[in-house]
């Protein structure tokens, strides 16, 4: 789904996103004392261009990095061969992970399990990263809302996302409120000489009420330990949140 869109992505704001994740991640982990110290494996699901999971390889971690976009996992292999860290990229599909009791912590950012459009699949997700992780292991994720989806996507339903001499990135959202599923159509336009030549991708996010995800979580036998609204500052999650983050424990 990324490969074309991810050389865009890396370039626009998005890493940014993960960079964040990485900074404030140490904060999170001594106020629900989750260990750090020691040799600990950590597996980023949906890595994309592979922003965090180098800045985690540059705090100690050793980081196991999965997505099912080639262009993506090429991009993160650059990106840490350029930081000059050791992380191991891996194509896999969210929804069947092949680890056993392997991590101590695996994360999901920036609600790449929306992109998961039936509750089938998200539990597929969920199981497979809770085999993945080792006993007491903690997984940690953020997701759109509904609210996040079907309000606050929609109030600029068209907006420019990039504007620079040589690229040209337009968003257009819609939402589907019988199927919870918002669109968002890109545009981009890359200057080539003196022409411009034009792109398009539909992507589709789910929009999975509070009550789905932890149902889903706890089949999973995963236990939610805490769920807000933001992290930085953490805040409680609230009808008209975002979206949601949540720290579960195996």
Not at 101 to 119: A, G, H, K, P
Not at 226 to 231: R, T, V, W, Y
Request: charged share 25%; net charge neutral; hydrophobic share 40%.
């Amino acid at each position: 789904m990324f490969d074309r869109f991810a050389r865009i992505y890396a370039r626009g704001k998005y890493p940014s996103f993960s960079q964040e994740m990485a900074s404030i991640l140490p904060s999170i982990m001594k106020k629900y004392k989750i260990p750090a110290n020691g040799n600990r494996s950590m597996l980023d699901v949906a890595c994309g261009e592979g922003s965090f999971s180098v800045e985690m390889a540059k705090k100690g971690w050793t980081v196991t990095g999965v997505d099912l976009s080639d262009e993506m996992l090429r991009l993160a292999k650059h990106r840490a061969k350029q930081e000059n860290v050791q992380v191991t990229y891996v194509k896999q599909d969210m929804r069947f992970i092949d680890y056993q009791n392997e991590f101590d912590m695996v994360t999901c950012w920036f609600d790449s399990l929306n992109f998961l459009t039936t509750q089938d699949d998200l539990q597929s997700a969920f199981n497979s990263i809770a085999r993945s992780l080792k006993p007491n292991g903690w997984f940690l994720f953020d997701m759109n809302t509904i609210y996040g989806l079907a309000v606050t996507w929609q109030k600029e339903r068209s907006c420019i996302q990039q504007e620079t001499t040589d690229l040209l990135e337009l968003h257009c959202a819609k939402f589907d409120f019988e199927k919870n599923l918002a669109h968002l159509r890109i545009t981009w336009f890359i200057k080539a000489g003196a022409l411009w030549e034009r792109f398009e991708e539909n992507f589709i996010e789910r929009a999975f009420s509070v009550e789905e995800i932890e149902s889903s979580l706890e089949y999973a036998g995963l236990h939610v330990v805490e769920k807000a609204g933001s992290l930085n500052p953490i805040s409680p999650l609230t009808s008209t949140s975002n979206r949601a983050w949540f720290l579960t424990r195996k």
